[in-house]
């Protein structure tokens, strides 16, 4: 007898067993089984435009580096020199013994790239949204989101004990029909700046005027649009030159910033106060000093090299101008998160399988990361790609959308 049978036959003396949906979970097995899985694929080589898979070269279309930073000589030297002086761990939170003379410095220096008073660094920006909505928002509180929201900011809300009200993507209308139902409620807004699946940029110019009239605060998880969007890649508040009118701006370290981790960036006292609130950020070790160098010379780098943005903006043109030449539907994105709509989720897996035989690996979002029918294959591009690669990625799509009669 196998162990699982063994397991099996114990449970089996129990009227309900917890672990029962994970047997009939079958849905992955059965897509692995048809060879269409996308996911979990192993890369064995650095996060570059160029990867390999399999020991074969394949071009990367499904990863948020979009400044190219990841495999930078000078970022990487940056932290081995890190690992040499404070080893590879802090072994506590920031709160008690994790706090290293490179955090404090660091916050520092975020604050200073997105112009405000102070900043404070988590260890992934899934905890920092966790930790600054559910110590912020309290109860006879109310928190307002867009449906399209990224899922650590919901999750966020969950811990939280305020009210959560959901508006409909992007649509400032229905902000405003449900911030009249709150007007002597305390409130805050959070969105996306750039919105991850679908690419497109929050309204903020509308969003800032119906906070400012209905006295609501507003986050922005600016995820996908530091380094992307604005003059000097501070985001999506410099893109519509609303910096001062944005009161909390949250980051990741995990896309442009070539890292893991993630922070928080707002006034002083909202800083001070989430410090000594935020469960995810008291009760979790603190980033590793690797990691914190990294982010350090990668901003760095977004300053003194500007044409990094630039060429980005440049691949992103030519690959949003591409797809829609070939017919394909790209939504509403204007970033260079560009989706292509596939709709019927087993198509988005085919066409996943079709396009990594061709040697181009792109990202599959079904239902729940995207409404149910909407199947898309998540594209996104880097400021190093080159113009061959996106040609090749051009050609792996116009023969495969034709295969599959999507155009
Ligand atoms: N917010 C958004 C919009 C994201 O896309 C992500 C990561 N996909 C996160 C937060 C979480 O960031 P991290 O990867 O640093 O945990």
């Known amino acids: 007898m196998d162990r699982r049978m063994v397991q099996n036959t114990q449970v089996d003396l ?4 917890l672990f029962e949906k994970c047997q009939k979970f079958t849905a992955a097995r059965e897509a692995i089984a048809a060879g269409v899985y996308p996911y979990f694929r192993v890369i064995e080589s650095a996060q570059e435009p160029e990867v390999i898979v399999d020991g074969r070269k394949m071009i990367m279309i499904g990863s948020n580096n979009y400044l190219g930073l990841t495999n930078h000589p000078r970022v990487k030297e940056a932290a081995i020199n890190a690992i040499k002086k404070y080893g590879t761990g802090c072994a506590g939170s920031r709160f008690l013994s994790g706090t290293l003379d490179t955090h404090v410095e660091l916050e520092r220096k975020l604050a200073r790239f997105m112009r405000k008073e102070a900043a404070l660094v988590f260890s992934t920006g899934f905890q920092t949204n966790l930790g600054v909505i559910s110590s912020l928002v309290g109860k006879n509180e109310v928190v307002l989101i867009d449906k399209m929201d990224h899922a650590s900011i919901i999750d966020g809300c969950r811990l939280s004990f305020g009210e959560i009200k959901k508006f409909k993507h992007n649509d400032m209308d229905d902000l405003e029909r449900l911030l009249s139902h709150y007007e002597d409620k305390a409130k805050m807004i959070i969105v996306d700046g750039v919105f991850s699946m679908e690419g497109d940029i929050v309204d903020l110019p509308k969003l800032v ?23 000097t890649g501070r985001g ?8 001062d009118e944005v009161d909390l701006i949250m980051g ?15 006034p002083e006292e909202v800083i001070h106060y989430i410090k000594h609130f935020a469960r995810s950020f008291i009760f979790s070790a603190s980033p590793p000093p690797a990691s914190i160098a990294s982010v350090s010379a990668a901003i760095d780098i ?22 829609k030449a070939l017919g394909f539907d790209t939504g509403t994105s204007e970033t260079p998160i560009i989706p292509v709509i596939v709709g019927d989720d087993m198509k988005a897996f085919r066409m996943a399988r079709m396009l990594h035989d061709k040697g181009v690996f792109a990202n599959v979002a079904v239902s729940p990361a995207v409404p149910a029918g909407s199947a898309l294959m998540r594209t996104s591009y880097m ?19 034709k295969e599959l009669g999507i155009i």
């Open 236 to 243: 999506t508040a410099e893109y519509f030159d609303l910096e």
């Open 14 to 17: 129990k009227k309900e067993d």
């Open 383 to 401: 400021a190093t790609h080159t113009e061959e690669q996106l040609d090749r990625v051009l050609e792996a799509f116009e023969e495969v959308g």
């Open 252 to 266: 990741t370290y995990s896309k442009s910033l070539a890292s893991i981790g993630g922070f928080i960036s707002g």
């Open 209 to 231: 005027k119906l906070a400012k009239e209905y006295g609501a605060r507003i986050m922005v998880d600016d995820a996908h649009g530091i380094g992307v969007l604005g003059k």
């Open 302 to 323: 977004i300053e003194e090299e500007p044409e990094r943005i630039e060429k980005l903006w440049h691949n992103t043109r030519k690959m949003l101008n591409g797809f």
